[in-house]
């Protein structure tokens, strides 16, 4: 059974930090690219970042630079570093497991929620 957890979401103050967690389950994570997505209430889910099996990491113009992800194959865990937050940033966030055979199936974590406000 696959399940990706993430966790770290909160409430956080505009310009503050969070580091958002994945951790994966029931899969080769080592043959997973990983990604993380957002959905904002009333706005469809959109792409941040993806860090492939080898580690090359592509981001989303709205977050090249406050955003860092990264991953360890040690933990099968991916991680998404938020810096500078931006109440825009304020969306729940998923995790995303994708084959590097693009026939196979993808998974889903459940989602963290991010809110940034004073």
């Known amino acids: 059974q696959v399940q990706l957890v993430e966790s770290g979401g909160g409430l956080v103050q505009p310009g503050g930090s969070l580091r958002l967690s994945c951790a994966a389950s029931g899969i080769t994570f080592s043959i997973y690219h990983m990604g993380w997505y957002r959905q904002a209430p009333g706005e469809q889910r959109e792409w941040v970042a993806t860090i492939s099996n080898s580690g090359s990491t592509n981001y989303a113009d709205s977050v090249k630079g406050r955003f860092t992800i990264s991953r360890d194959n040690a933990k099968n865990t991916v991680y998404l570093q938020i810096n500078s937050l931006k109440p825009e940033d304020t969306a729940v966030y998923y995790c995303?497991?994708?084959?590097?055979?693009?026939?196979?199936?993808?998974?889903w974590g459940q989602g963290t929620q991010v809110t940034v406000s004073s």
């Open positions: 995303n497991a994708r084959h590097i055979i693009v026939s196979r199936p993808d998974y």
